[in-house]
Nanobody
Framework: MHIRESGGGLVQPGGSLRLSCTAY????????ITWYRQAPGKELELVAS????????DYEDSVKGRFAISRDNAGNTVTLQMNSMNPDDTAVYSC??????????WGQGTQVIVSS
């Protein structure tokens, strides 16, 4: 059982990327999902999160209005749509799946570079 991120890459400032977090060997339905990022030399930062039901989402202030988290429980996938990107968004992005009182899964991360 594990989760894996995909969709990272190089994008120009102002561009968009769509990251995916997919579960293998278990279902996402009962898990809250959080996207984190860590830039070189900086601490781990929470970017966006969604509850298991998907009824609540939260965002770090610098990404509000630019990033959107959504979940497709049938597809066992949570996506992070990133728009109007800037160099400060450059980081390794990782997702975490957590169940209240249950296990926590982490992916290995996907690199995002915003540069011209």
């Amino acid at each position: 059982m594990h989760i894996r991120e995909s969709g990272g890459g190089l994008v120009q400032p102002g561009g968009s990327l769509r990251l995916s977090c997919t579960a293998y060997g278990f279902t996402f339905n009962d898990y809250g999902i959080t996207w984190y990022r860590q830039a070189p030399g900086k601490e781990l930062e929470l970017v966006a999160s969604t509850t298991a039901s998907g009824t609540r989402t939260d965002y770090e202030d610098s990404v509000k209005g630019r990033f959107a988290i959504s979940r497709d429980n049938a597809g066992n996938t949570v996506t992070l749509q990133m728009n109007s990107m800037n160099p400060d968004d450059t980081a390794v992005y990782s997702c975490e799946a957590a169940q209240v009182g249950g296990p926590v899964y982490w992916g290995q991360g996907t690199q995002v570079i915003v540069s011209s």
